[in-house]
């Protein structure tokens, strides 16, 4: 079994960061991919920023190009999150995932993709 926790969400201000992070225990791989997402009330969970096992390939949404920053730790099996500029949409329950039949550089973009999940962060930020 895989425990993935995120953590680091809070209430902030149009302009102002964050930074999300997500650890993982439980059962290891030898390599996976990880990922955010995230969803407002009432819309469906999309996909915001991947990572590969390597960390060589990263891959965004449209939405948080130049303004949010993926990256990874794996000797301490964490995954961070890194979000500047933020936005009012960006207001949201953030999710880390793992995918682990992904090869080492893959970058999964579909949730799909992902059988782990997190139990989400609060994201929301304020006009």
């Known amino acids: 079994q895989v425990q993935l926790v995120e953590s680091g969400g809070g209430l902030v201000q149009a302009g102002d960061s964050l930074r999300l992070s997500c650890a993982a225990s439980?059962?290891?791989?030898?390599?996976?991919?990880m990922g955010w997402f995230r969803q407002a009330p009432g819309k469906n969970r999309d996909f915001v920023a991947a990572?590969?096992?390597?960390?060589?390939?990263?891959y965004y949404a449209d939405s948080v190009k130049g303004r949010f920053t993926i990256s990874r730790a794996n000797a301490e099996n964490t995954m961070y999150l890194q979000m500047n500029s933020l936005k009012p949409e960006d207001t949201a329950a953030y999710y880390c995932?793992?995918?682990?039949?992904?090869?080492?550089?893959?970058?999964?973009?579909?949730?799909?993709?992902?059988?782990?999940w997190g139990q989400g962060t609060q994201v929301t930020v304020s006009s």
């Open positions: 995932a793992i995918s682990s039949t992904s090869g080492w550089h893959q970058v999964p973009k579909e949730s799909w993709e992902y059988e782990y």
């Open positions: 439980g059962r290891t791989f030898s390599a996976y991919a």
């Open positions: 990572i590969s096992w390597s960390g060589r390939n990263t």
